[in-house]
């Protein structure tokens, strides 16, 4: 697994270590709309991916503006298919098998939720309250 994605908008670079999640779909691309295999890496709140599992991401998915995550079977004419919607793209994608693409769904959203601003107010505002109840018990 390559080991960084500098993103080409910006010149931000992403360490790749340590991924939340990582594998193999079949996704549509942007302009041919034809189906290729790519390698995903999921870090954080970004979904990189790349032609092989070896080289350097080609593109990213920048889940902090994610409106959905979503099983997309119909839409995309594929079985195990999923859909990832943003504010300027939706992606769709497909596994190899159901359980997979539950899974991957299940990443996903998971990323979406952990970087929302509502779930990081409340971890910042309820964290040092439950750390105190427990240390006073």
Known sequence: MAGRYVDPGTGKEYRLSDPDYAGWLTKQSRWL??????FFILKGNKLFFSRTEDEAPHGMIDLSTCMTVKSAELKAKKSHALEVSTPEET???????AKEKDEWIGAIGRA?????STYTQVRRVDA??????TRSQ
């Open 112 to 116: 979406i939720v952990q970087t929302s």
């Open 33 to 38: 709309k034809d189906w290729r295999r790519r």
């Open 91 to 97: 992606y769709l994608m497909f596994a190899d098998e």
């Open 128 to 133: 040092p309250s439950l750390h105190c109840l």
